[in-house]
């Protein structure tokens, strides 16, 4: 099982970016993907995620409104839209599957928001 996140860069505060992360090797389709993050010298914390079975979406109350969460079942990719980005959203951002319960994770995507 293969995750592969990409989309990261660096933005001004108040700017948008995607991210993507394909799965391949199988599918999650009977759970779900999510996205966490970890910022220099934090802990990783989750962010959104989606669940396959039911549409169900979930946020960190720090992105509620900011960023959604969305998936295209063909490609077994899920898509992180990040809007109004501040200079506190800058992390690694990781993508993880299944949800709940992650035990596999993508390689990271550097996210930088320059204030």
């Given amino acids: 099982v293969q995750l592969q996140a990409f989309g990261g860069g660096l933005v001004q505060a108040g700017g948008s970016l995607r991210l993507s992360c394909a799965a391949s090797g199988r599918t999650f389709s009977s759970s779900g993907m999510g996205w966490f993050r970890q910022a220099p010298g934090k802990e990783r914390e989750f962010v959104a995620a989606f669940r396959w079975n039911d549409g169900s979406t979930y946020y960190a109350d720090s992105v509620k409104g900011r960023f959604t969460i969305s998936r295209d079942n063909a490609k077994n990719t899920v898509y992180l839209q990040m809007n109004r980005l501040k200079p506190e959203d800058?992390?690694?951002?990781?993508?993880?599957?299944?949800?709940?319960?992650?035990?596999?994770?993508?390689?990271?995507t550097l996210v930088t928001v320059s204030s």
Avoid: E, H, L, S
């Fill in 90 to 108: 800058t992390a690694v951002y990781y993508c993880a599957a299944p949800f709940p319960g992650p035990n596999y994770w993508g390689q990271g």
